[in-house]
């Protein structure tokens, strides 16, 4: 839709582990029964029952269908943000909008007990809001690729480009839940462009231990090389074959001139 990347999620771990714990966790949950465990509600899951936990586990899966199909097609979509940005740093920017989401619904939380005022009391299950500040540096680093156009009736006609898709598809999952999802939406949205602008802090953090989880993933222990060993009473005949090649080398580069110059070298030596 929106660029010329190669199909699927090679060499995207993040875009890839993504896409799969989102169909993963869902069907595990509906399977074993456990989908209230990524509800939230002020009243009754904070103040009565005192279930402080779903602030960190109410963003780790969609509940319906109809939103793991969006999540998955939108989470393909931002794959080129990882090859633009690199694993390290995309993980980083979706560790933060989790952290700030989580931090602005406790804030929220916070004042509705201190004020007796249900301000906020849902929050749509899912990453809503983490795709919607992922979807704002879509928007600021990746560029239209292509424009096309719509003809109506007469001579009207509508413009559209490659992120006219995406934005359908945005759209269609900020309202998948009614105003809960909306809010999410709009949160994510926010917190996405202040991060993304350097407003609030978090714009250049980076995920610790990434360089050593990599290199652990890139280069196993049970790897090893399959060239022969050096033998050190070898290593000066080799040396000797090596400068000999080179000198027979240089000779051969020298010996190939031009055509031009070799007909007025026979002009010059006669």
Same mark, same amino acid.
């Given at each position: =839709?929106?660029?010329?990347?190669?199909?699927? *999620? $090679?060499?995207?771990? #993040?875009? $890839? /582990?993504?896409?799969?714990? @989102?169909?993963?966790?869902?069907? !595990?949950?509906?399977?074993?029964?456990?989908?209230?465990?990524?509800?939230?509600?002020?009243?009754?899951?904070? %103040?009565?029952?005192?279930?402080?936990?779903? &602030? *960190?586990?109410?963003?780790?899966?969609? +509940?319906?269908?109809?939103? #793991?199909?969006?999540?998955? #097609?939108? &989470?393909?979509?931002?794959?080129? +943000?990882?090859?633009?940005?690199?694993?390290? $740093?995309?993980?980083?920017?979706? %560790?933060? &909008?989790?952290?700030?989401?989580? *931090?602005?619904?406790?804030?929220?939380?916070?004042?509705?007990?201190?004020?007796?005022?249900?301000?906020?009391?849902? =929050?749509?299950?899912?990453? @809503?809001?983490?795709?919607?500040?992922?979807?704002?540096?879509?928007?600021?680093?990746?560029?239209? =690729?292509?424009?096309?156009?719509?003809?109506?009736?007469?001579?009207?006609?509508?413009?559209?480009?490659?992120?006219?898709?995406?934005?359908?598809?945005?759209?269609?999952?900020?309202?998948?839940? /009614?105003?809960?999802?909306?809010?999410?939406? +709009? +949160?994510?949205?926010?917190?996405?462009?202040? !991060?993304?602008?350097?407003?609030?802090?978090? $714009?250049?953090?980076?995920?610790?231990?990434?360089?050593?989880?990599?290199?652990?993933?890139?280069?196993?222990?049970?790897?090893?090389?399959?060239?022969?060993?050096?033998?050190?009473?070898?290593?000066?005949?080799?040396?000797?074959?090596?400068?000999?090649?080179?000198?027979?080398?240089?000779?051969?580069? @020298?010996?190939?001139?031009?055509?031009?110059?070799?007909?007025?070298? @026979?002009?010059?030596?006669?």
């Amino acid at each position: =839709m929106s660029s010329s990347l190669p199909t699927g *999620f $090679k060499d995207l771990p #993040v875009s $890839k /582990g993504l896409a799969i714990s @989102t169909i993963i966790i869902p069907l !595990v949950a509906s399977l074993s029964n456990m989908k209230y465990l990524f509800y939230y509600a002020y009243d009754p899951f904070l %103040i009565q029952y005192k279930q402080f936990w779903r &602030l *960190f586990t109410f963003q780790i899966a969609f +509940l319906n269908e109809s939103e #793991v199909l969006l999540g998955i #097609v939108l &989470l393909y979509q931002f794959r080129s +943000l990882e090859r633009l940005f690199g694993s390290h $740093k995309f993980i980083s920017i979706i %560790i933060v &909008l989790y952290g700030y989401i989580i *931090f602005i619904t406790s804030i929220i939380a916070t004042l509705n007990f201190y004020t007796g005022l249900k301000w906020i009391n849902f =929050m749509s299950s899912g990453p @809503t809001g983490i795709i919607l500040g992922i979807f704002f540096h879509f928007k600021e680093f990746i560029p239209i =690729m292509y424009k096309f156009e719509i003809y109506g009736i007469g001579n009207n006609k509508l413009i559209l480009n490659d992120h006219a898709f995406i934005h359908l598809i945005i759209f269609q999952l900020s309202i998948s839940q /009614g105003w809960k999802s909306i809010g999410s939406g +709009l +949160l994510g949205w926010i917190i996405g462009g202040l !991060v993304c602008r350097g407003v609030i802090p978090g $714009k250049q953090w980076k995920l610790p231990f990434w360089n050593s989880i990599q290199f652990k993933r890139s280069n196993p222990t049970n790897l090893r090389s399959n060239s022969p060993p050096i033998d050190p009473q070898n290593l000066g005949n080799t040396e000797q074959n090596n400068s000999d090649n080179n000198n027979i080398d240089d000779d051969d580069a @020298t010996e190939t001139r031009p055509l031009a110059s070799q007909f007025l070298d @026979t002009f010059r030596r006669s």
